[in-house]
Nanobody
Framework: QLQASGGGLVQAGGSLRLSCAAS????????VGWFRQAPGKEREFVAG????????AYADSVKGRFTISRDNVKNTVYLQMNSPKPEDTAVYYC???????????????WGQGTLVTVSS
């Protein structure tokens, strides 16, 4: 089970950190991805991290601004959002699967989503 949190209202150029907390001892074996969905748009990949945390991937739109990391002792994955833009406004979801894919169909478990609103 995944629980996403940390969303809220942030000004453009500020910062926000999202958390994805997991229950269960097997979380360390899973790749984790963050996805987002804005109103009227399809869900899109934001960032992913492999089970060991040694490799990450980002969508071009967030590269250099967002950082994904994980703490396997705390069973938590983070998404640090620096210099967010109004176009980053969306519901953010975390997901866990066999590997950190950019395809949402390859994830098995999903969190409930947390809303991020970036004001200009």
């Amino acid at each position: 089970q995944l629980q996403a949190s940390g969303g809220g209202l942030v000004q453009a150029g500020g910062s926000l950190r999202l958390s994805c907390a997991a229950s269960g001892r097997t979380f360390v074996r899973y790749g984790v991805g963050w996805f987002r969905q804005a109103p009227g748009k399809e869900r899109e990949f934001v960032a992913g991290i492999i089970s060991g945390g040694g490799s990450t991937a980002y969508a071009d739109s967030v590269k250099g601004r967002f950082t994904i990391s994980r703490d396997n002792v705390k069973n938590t994955v983070y998404l640090q959002m620096n210099s967010p833009k109004p176009e980053d406004t969306a519901v953010y979801y975390c997901a866990a699967g066999p590997r950190a894919s950019s395809l949402y169909s390859e994830y098995t478990y999903w969190g409930q989503g947390t809303l991020v609103t970036v004001s200009s």
